[in-house]
């Protein structure tokens, strides 16, 4: 990006005002910022081609000039957006799985004007059970982005979904709460994803038996996350693993390629004892 290119001019002013270390973590955060401006342009111009829910196809097709790895096994993969956001947030996304392999990959769209976790969560089971009848599929991946996460675990833990969803990846969820953006509280759906929220308390809940693998992607440039670790996922009775992020923001996490790739490897994990890596650096 042009905006990266002039960094290192302020970098011997950085490393006077903060020293070592603190030099650092500000161009980190000054890169990870001006690479967040450019993700939110880049969306908004694509956020109209999104706005329809997508049509339903045997397979979906490899863009032109791409080469595609054959094909894995697996289960059908649902893309599952944020708060105010739609399907156009995961192009990148489906793109690098479908040229990795993966035969079915779905992308859903929930109403912005959703009100309750709840109800989006019960939304989805509906869905979720028409794409398995559809793919004669027993079970499903899922990704989510913030919002989306939180409705899928909801789903997953409160309301069966564990039936169906073998590995629920989450970037960027508020797993304990954020307490981000006070003057948003007017939207009932963003007190549920405040901390000590009915949702948040109901998630903490035992949950003996889940058989989802949950893995949670969380950065540590997240400016949505207040506190960071809210992203991250741990549950006493759920099988979670955390995947710390490090140089990006929360608009990247469902853009980079290097999260998509990893994404892509979370999900070729077939057996309950494997692990992926704790950490992802990309900047």
Same mark, same amino acid.
């Given at each position: 990006?042009?905006?990266?290119?002039?960094?290192?001019?302020?970098?011997?002013?950085?490393?006077?005002?903060?020293?070592?270390?603190?030099?650092?973590?500000?161009?980190?955060?000054?890169? $990870?910022?001006?690479?967040?401006?450019?993700?939110?342009?880049?969306?908004?111009?694509?956020?109209?081609?999104?706005?329809?829910?997508?049509?339903?196809?045997?397979?979906?097709?490899?863009?032109?000039? &791409?080469?595609?790895?054959?094909?894995?096994?697996?289960?059908?993969?649902?893309?599952?957006?944020?708060?105010?956001?739609?399907?156009?947030?995961?192009?990148?996304?489906?793109?690098?799985?479908?040229?990795?392999?993966?035969?079915?990959?779905?992308?859903?769209?929930?109403?912005?004007?959703?009100?309750?976790?709840?109800?989006?969560?019960?939304?989805?089971?509906?869905?979720?059970?028409?794409?398995?009848?559809?793919?004669?599929?027993?079970?499903?991946?899922?990704?989510?982005?913030?919002?989306?996460?939180? *409705?899928?675990?909801?789903?997953?833990?409160?309301?069966?979904?564990?039936?169906?969803?073998?590995?629920?990846?989450?970037?960027?969820?508020?797993?304990?709460?954020?307490?981000?953006?006070?003057?948003? =509280? $007017?939207?009932?759906?963003?007190?549920?994803?405040?901390?000590?929220?009915?949702?948040?308390?109901?998630?903490?809940?035992?949950?003996?038996?889940?058989?989802?693998?949950?893995?949670?992607?969380?950065? =540590?440039?997240?400016?949505?996350?207040?506190?960071?670790?809210?992203?991250?996922? =741990?549950?006493?009775?759920?099988?979670?693993?955390?995947?710390?992020? &490090?140089? *990006?923001?929360?608009?990247?996490?469902?853009?980079?390629?290097?999260?998509?790739?990893? *994404?892509?490897?979370?999900?070729?994990?077939?057996?309950?004892?494997?692990?992926?890596?704790?950490?992802?650096?990309?900047?």
């Amino acid at each position: 990006m042009r905006v990266t290119g002039v960094l290192p001019l302020f970098l011997p002013l950085c490393r006077r005002v903060w020293p070592g270390r603190l030099a650092g973590i500000s161009m980190a955060l000054l890169k $990870a910022t001006a690479l967040e401006a450019a993700i939110l342009t880049g969306h908004l111009l694509l956020y109209p081609t999104g706005l329809a829910q997508e049509r339903r196809s045997a397979a979906l097709p490899v863009p032109d000039g &791409t080469t595609r790895l054959p094909v894995r096994p697996g289960p059908p993969v649902v893309l599952l957006h944020g708060f105010i956001d739609n399907r156009s947030v995961f192009v990148l996304l489906r793109r690098s799985l479908v040229q990795h392999g993966r035969q079915r990959v779905e992308s859903l769209n929930y109403s912005p004007l959703t009100c309750d976790i709840r109800a989006a969560a019960e939304l989805l089971g509906r869905h979720i059970e028409e794409v398995c009848a559809r793919t004669e599929s027993d079970r499903i991946d899922i990704v989510g982005h913030s919002l989306g996460g939180l *409705i899928a675990r909801y789903y997953v833990q409160c309301l069966g979904g564990d039936l169906r969803v073998r590995t629920l990846v989450t970037l960027g969820t508020p797993h304990s709460g954020t307490r981000v953006a006070p003057l948003a =509280d $007017a939207h009932p759906i963003v007190r549920q994803m405040r901390p000590g929220s009915e949702v948040i308390e109901e998630l903490a809940r035992p949950a003996p038996g889940c058989r989802t693998r949950f893995v949670s992607f969380w950065s =540590d440039l997240d400016h949505v996350m207040v506190p960071l670790e809210a992203a991250r996922l =741990d549950h006493p009775d759920l099988d979670a693993h955390n995947v710390r992020v &490090t140089g *990006i923001g929360h608009l990247a996490l469902p853009v980079h390629p290097a999260v998509a790739a990893r *994404i892509g490897e979370v999900l070729d994990i077939a057996h309950p004892a494997e692990r992926p890596a704790d950490g992802l650096t990309v900047a």
